[in-house]
DNA sequence: TATGAATGAGAATTCATTCAT
DNA sequence: TATGAATGAATTCTCATTCAT
């Protein structure tokens, strides 16, 4: 479905018209993440996003079909994206709590550069993931972060620096929630507050605390004292 | 279209137009929440929200203006109600410990049963507070809560259960944080891992994991140890 | 038909609830003058017209009717208003060729503090007269001046001021015309020209023109010769 | 709604859509010209003027944006009508008395045969010219009589025809006014007057005293100078 | 491949007018 | 008289999509 796939599989002989195919769609692609990470599905336009790509509506659908599927391969490419990132992440090559730290700063930072991330995938969960279930590439695209911070915990634990019975899923889930609710809903935040919380100052005091809400929770439970964890369920 | 066709919960004989002027406005409001809420502003179709409110368009014109000030309507009486059960809630009633636990529950809760709260604002950030940013009511319309859970930090605090440092503002936002990711991108986090994290079951874990990430990341550094936090911002 | 005569002839009593029914019938009247001025008949608008006579549109319905009536009874309000006018001027009062500077200037005047006229009769061209030839009322309004004219021209002849020959209905739709045009397409013809004709200094200048040229033509021919005109029209 | 039915001025065989844009654009304009010059900005209806171009309306915005800016393309197309069929006129030709005889008899004929002339400028000077001060094309426009009348008057002067002091500008605003007035109030003038004023008779006179206003205007002041309306009417 | 032109269905919004009290 | 509420029928404008070349 993708068709981020499709120039690789298709080496059929351009014909003489084609200025550059590929880089039409690419245009297309890009300037449609733009437009439906600004204005949601139902509010981006195809005239803008032909326009933006500097080409016309007519390709839009010669190479995508419709809105929607133009949307879902937006999507594909976003998420390929951030898998791509996470690949490039050495979570093990630190000490368990250092690897934990980086994925915390991997996951604030990416947002932080790639905003349509947020606002795509909420668009998307507007939609209750309709086009992504109809996606295996993204099925597939599992994160590879997952298995990995598996791994650092259990070395953590190993070595008495984490707590035991962590899942690893839950806590992913829980780090990219400290940065995805800060970071996506900054706007509404910010007004209901009445503070900036998009200054500087305000991005390095959140990050400082997210830092220590995950580690401190990961913290192994005081050896001679009363268990923490115990009191909290009786 | 007449409300006369509606059931018994009106005894009085009514006339063949309604001539509750408040009750047609609420109605409106109702099924705009929901056609908002479930469409974001752009896809969400007037005409429906007519039709739902049993009245028609011309009313919500009458009523509202247009279809952006009635988005506003909606979103300042959805704060507006949050805003409500949250000052039913006493977190001070209890030890400190279980007060944290009520407030993680109470937003858990609040969200699972009141969908719509997470999507409108994230269809008003999608449109970066556009709409709340003229809104006074809802700038004056702070949680109390901050400022309650301020107080029962330092409760717990000088009984020696929570860490100190903790800044309250920062701990609200994490808790509603962990709750919102999950619960509000559930269809895109199930499609993408392919677990159906809806689930009775996947819910209670789910919660009994973001309570173990605060009240872990609360529980004081043990008593003849280096600070946590010094040892964590080095 | 008009309503500007009801209240003369509605002696009944008022019931309680009554403010002042001919005020209000008058400001309804005045605030309609205003609004089908300034937009025409299909510009105005209802909830104007009611909003900017501080009652509300049923008060409309209910003296005039609809719409249209309502810009009839404008249009007869507004005729009756500058026939009342005319009525003051005293043409014959003074010599000829001054009684003609009168009305030319009355008739400057008139349209320069009567702006609505202008444009309420260009509405009613608009609709071909469709209102007025309803009105009985208007076309007994004949303007007093046609005939007082007729006794100015024949006057001036008399006295060998004025040329004869001259049709006065002719005449007076000539001076009409000269200031009508002017001001009444003002906008344009300063867009067109490039040049403010609203000026003090334009003004002053277009009245002196527009009297010469009145003036200048009534002059008879030179005494000596044959009138031209007088074989011209046998 | 397809051209495809209009009559056989297209010999060659057409498809079933019509591709000729710049016929649709025209076709477009002067239904617009008609819908226009009969209703006024605010009474015009785009639907009708879709229909009556055998478009639909979606095209209409397509080539004009939208409706205002539509009324501005049909008053710049008005305009330049009258400014090429004014160009056309050769009034250094003729003997001076005569050249302004020409201009009176053409604009008496073109706002004859282009009523849409009087009622479109009369629309645009309700919106106070609103569109015409947009528009650079018309200010562009200007008319080439002025300058031409200017020197008609004075070779005139020379020849001892005309008076002296004569603004040309004024003299054309005052020949255009003329004919504009009894042209554009014909229907109001009609019925107040209770004369049918459009008559062939009716018309006959209005020009003959419209020619004889300007030109009896026009004669120098000397008594002792050759007659002017001698030598002008032969 | 590429593109301007075309379109039907539908979107928000407006309007004059009437109802019920 | 007076008034807020109600309404159906337009009205302008928009949109995704397709046609013809």
Redesign the interface.
């Given at each position: 479905m993708s068709v981020a796939a499709l120039p690789a599989e298709s080496p059929r002989p351009r014909p003489r018209a084609s200025r550059d195919a590929g880089r039409n769609q690419a245009s297309i692609l890009a300037a449609a993440t733009q437009e439906f990470s600004?204005?949601?599905?139902?509010?981006a336009r195809v005239d803008r996003i032909a326009t933006r790509a500097r080409t016309n509506k007519r390709m839009l659908y010669y190479y995508f079909g419709n809105k929607e599927t133009l949307f879902l391969a937006v999507l594909e490419a976003t998420?390929a994206r951030i898998r791509a990132a996470e690949k490039e992440l050495s979570l093990l090559d630190a000490a368990p709590v250092e690897g934990v730290r980086r994925l915390i700063e991997f996951t604030w930072n990416y947002y932080l550069a790639h905003p349509e991330f947020l606002?795509l995938?909420?668009?998307?969960?507007?939609h209750?993931?309709r086009h992504?279930?109809r996606s295996r590439e993204?099925?597939a695209?599992?994160?590879p972060l997952i298995e990995t911070l598996a791994e650092v915990l259990a070395r953590g634990r190993r070595r008495g620096e984490f707590?035991s019975g962590v899942?690893a899923?839950?806590?992913y889930?829980?780090i990219?929630?400290?940065s995805?609710?800060?970071l996506?809903?900054?706007?509404?935040?910010?007004?209901?507050?009445?503070r900036d919380l998009a200054s500087a100052e305000a991005r390095r005091?959140?990050l400082?605390?997210?830092?220590?809400?995950?580690?401190?929770?990961?913290?192994p439970a005081?050896p001679a004292?009363i268990d923490?964890?115990r009191?909290?369920r009786p």
């Open positions: 600004r204005y949601g599905l139902g509010g998420y606002t995938l909420n668009s998307e969960n507007l209750r993931a992504l279930k993204v099925r695209m599992n994160s707590r899942d899923l839950q806590l889930i829980s990219a929630a400290l995805y609710f800060y996506g809903n900054n706007h509404t935040l910010s007004a209901v507050f009445g005091e959140r400082a605390h997210m830092t220590e809400v995950i580690l401190g929770y990961l913290r005081r004292s923490a964890r009191s909290a």
